[in-house]
């Protein structure tokens, strides 16, 4: 069976079945790209120390050029008698350049081959990603903008709250994407380091640079301990945990685009382009990309478990389980990509319905501690001040009637420290530009957290 990979020490030939189940080539061949820069950069560093001629070496980066053209051309044909995508290019190298081809694997195993392609296939997705976040906070900064005196209800335990402005609950989200950008760059650092050399687990005994190899390959240095670097997939599990978390927030968003976009809220009207109707129902608009978005937040998460308990049992040092690592991180990667972009897309035409916002927050009492804060400042103690401000909310109930409707003489008959100034402190409009300290909900606050947040984003 001399189409084996290891064929010599074989009698028998893989089991055709078995050879479909270790096959990782139909997924593995995404990594195409990068297999072949890291062979390039591996064949010129073989030649750099004179392991390669230099005939050599320019006929395998030819070869490996071709190859890179037929694979982006569609002409390549990929065999899973090859098994992965490292074997597959490999051999079609050797049709093409017969002997040099062979030579290409000296100092090289597959096992620090694919940690190389993963370790550059995502710092290459992580740009991406990194760009498409940076899309969805400049939407939400624009959208921010336009409603910096959008006054609303703020919630706690989904129940009124305090007024607050659609503009400060917005830049909420651009703070949490924050983070994440933040995160993003910090894995990437873990990410950006560079395996090859490591072979199968021991090193070499060729007299390989390293420094050159990852210098060629952008890296940032080469990484510390053979042993480590063929089974480390702390990078890509740090990667996966970064992409829940951005996900998570994105659900978070979603939960709340859903409610504010149902008739009971009705906060504000989603783009009919991302939503759809209903085969039976002929009235509905349902909003199916948040729904969506909020779905694959659990996907991915369960793309971060996976990884955790593929490596939790693993003895050092490279183990066939890794190669279960690809499929969570590509899916990962895709969907993360896919809902950042249609989040992107969608922000910018959400239209928020002020009218309802404000008619909502007029409702709920949610002047309530400006209440409290006004008798404190009038000499109560604030304990004091909650309590008598408990029963004048009571009567509101009973009467059916926000704190700004009941009149000065009810007001004195809790407290006579209750003046007609109170009606100034509880409006929407007072209570939301009392609270103007660094990280309050009023305009001129939120305005300058704008102009911040278009200085980070270079907007
Ligand atoms: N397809 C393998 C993977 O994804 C490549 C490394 C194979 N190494 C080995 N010793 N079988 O991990």
């Known amino acids: 069976n001399s189409e084996k990979l290891s064929s010599a020490r074989f009698t028998e030939a893989t089991d055709a079945f078995v050879e479909e189940f270790t096959a990782s080539v139909l997924f593995d061949k995404r990594m195409a790209e990068q297999d072949i820069q890291g062979s390039i950069a591996h064949a010129t560093m073989l030649c750099s120390i004179d392991i390669l001629t230099t005939d050599e070496c320019t006929a395998i980066?030819?070869?490996?050029?071709?190859?890179a053209a037929e694979i982006a051309n569609g002409e390549f044909v990929w065999s899973i008698k090859q098994e992965d995508v490292h074997m597959n290019?490999?051999?079609?190298l050797t049709d093409l350049i017969g002997i040099a081809g062979k030579k290409l694997h000296t100092g090289r195993s597959r096992n620090d081959q694919v940690a190389t392609d993963i370790r550059l296939y995502l710092r290459s997705e992580i740009q991406q990603?990194?760009?498409q976040l940076r899309r969805l906070q400049a939407a939400i900064v624009n959208l921010?903008?336009?409603?910096?005196d959008t006054i609303m209800p703020g919630f706690t335990h989904l129940q009124v709250a305090q007024p607050i402005t659609f503009g400060h609950h917005l830049m909420a989200w651009f703070e949490m994407l924050s983070r994440d950008h933040e995160r993003l760059q910090d894995c990437l650092k873990r990410v950006n380091v560079m395996p090859l050399g490591a072979a199968a687990l021991a090193g070499t005994s060729y007299p390989i640079d390293r420094h050159l190899t990852s210098e060629l390959l952008g890296f940032s240095h080469p990484s510390a301990n053979s042993l480590d670097s063929v089974s480390d997939r702390d990078f890509a599990i740090e990667f996966t945990a970064?992409?829940?978390?951005?996900?998570?927030?994105?659900?978070?968003?979603?939960?709340?685009?859903?409610?504010?976009?149902?008739?009971?809220?009705?906060?504000?009207?989603?783009?009919?382009?991302?939503?759809?109707?209903?085969?039976?129902?002929?009235q509905k608009k349902n909003p199916d990309v948040p729904e969506l978005v909020r779905g694959k937040s659990g996907r991915v998460t369960g793309h971060l478990i996976a990884l955790l308990m593929l490596m939790k049992s693993q003895p050092l040092a490279y183990n066939k389980d890794n190669q279960e690592d690809k499929e969570?991180?590509?899916?990962?990667v895709d969907t993360l990509i896919n809902c950042l972009r249609a989040y992107a897309d969608m922000i910018p035409h959400i239209k928020a319905k002020k009218d309802m916002m404000y008619q909502s927050a007029k409702q709920g009492f949610a002047t309530a501690t400006d209440l409290a804060d006004y008798l404190v400042r009038k000499g109560l103690p604030f304990r004091d001040a909650h309590e008598i401000v408990g029963l004048a909310v009571r009567l509101g109930i009973a009467s059916k009637r926000d704190l700004s409707d009941l009149t000065i003489v009810e007001f004195q008959r809790f407290s006579p420290l209750i003046s007609d100034d109170v009606y100034d402190i509880l409006t929407l409009e007072g209570s939301v530009a009392a609270r103007k300290h660094i990280g309050g909900t009023?305009?001129?606050?939120?305005?300058k957290a704008i102009e911040h947040a278009k200085k980070i984003l270079k907007i």
């Open 129 to 131: 990603i990194g760009m």
């Open 328 to 332: 969570p991180i590509f899916d990962t």
């Open 61 to 67: 980066i030819d070869g490996l050029t071709q190859i």
């Open 89 to 92: 290019i490999e051999a079609r």
């Open 442 to 447: 009023a305009p001129e606050t939120v305005r």
């Open 242 to 282: 970064v992409a829940s978390l951005i996900m998570m927030h994105l659900s978070r968003f979603s939960e709340e685009l859903i409610l504010w976009s149902s008739a009971q809220f009705d906060f504000i009207d989603m783009p009919d382009a991302f939503c759809t109707g209903s085969s039976i129902m002929p």
């Open 144 to 148: 921010a903008e336009q409603h910096v």
